[in-house]
């Protein structure tokens, strides 16, 4: 994912910045990152997350349409996630892999127990396995790491979650309101159709970024 490569891409510059002590330096990267690489890279979720339904339609047939209604959950855990890509590898820049090892492996049963209790115990299926690995995505990646990270960079938690995760699933509702309104319009049941609302909402949605600017 875009994300993924962003945070390649900047993990050795973050590392010679810790080497030199300049922990503002690094915040201030992990959130122009982000800003950018976040929101560029959400489009295809929720476009997916909105149209699934009719991209499975065309992808795959009609029969696998049930399957369509997993994406706005799957989605939620994506877009979350997404936002703690470059966070996640500051632990590793600073040498403190134990406890992020060790909620990751908390995490990991976590998941399972509650997988199985969604589709064991309240019979949920597919949507209870998906169920809970967004609700351990959420608790392990919109909680664990903004806290933590915020408390290695020495920035204020609520400051860190305010740039890291809302203004760059913020910067995504114009182009969510825009797609909505093309679902509501079902302009996307063709082929031609769907192919215009991915375009139409992929040049809002850089117009968006452009003119209004999400790097502050």
Not at 61 to 82: H, K, N, T
Not at 186 to 209: A, D, K, R, Y
Request: glycine share 10%; proline share 5%.
């Amino acid at each position: 994912t875009l994300t993924s490569l962003a945070s390649n891409a900047v993990s050795a510059p973050l590392a010679v910045l810790y080497g030199q002590g300049q922990l503002k330096r690094i915040a201030q990267a992990i959130y122009r990152a982000n800003h950018i690489a976040v929101p560029i890279g959400a489009f295809f979720i929720i476009f997916m997350m909105l149209f699934g339904e009719e991209f499975i339609d065309f992808y795959a047939g009609s029969e696998y349409r049930e399957y369509a209604s997993l994406f706005p959950l799957i989605g939620m855990g994506f877009l979350v996630s997404a936002t703690q890509n470059l966070p996640s590898r500051i632990p590793a820049v600073f040498g403190k892999v134990g406890l992020p090892a060790a909620v990751t492996i908390s995490c990991a049963l976590l998941n399972v127990v509650l997988s199985l209790v969604f589709v064991c115990w309240f019979e949920w299926g597919l949507m209870g396995v998906a169920g809970g690995t967004v609700a351990v995505q959420l608790l392990y990646r919109a909680t664990f790491f903004p806290v933590f990270v915020a408390h290695l960079l020495e920035e204020p938690v609520s400051l860190f979650f305010w740039r890291t995760v809302i203004i760059p699933l913020a910067a995504c509702l114009p182009v969510a309101g825009v797609l909505s309104v093309l679902k509501l319009l079902q302009l996307g049941e063709s082929t031609i159709g769907l192919l215009f609302c991915g375009v139409s909402g992929g040049v809002v949605h850089l117009l968006f970024i452009l003119g209004v600017g999400v790097d502050s």
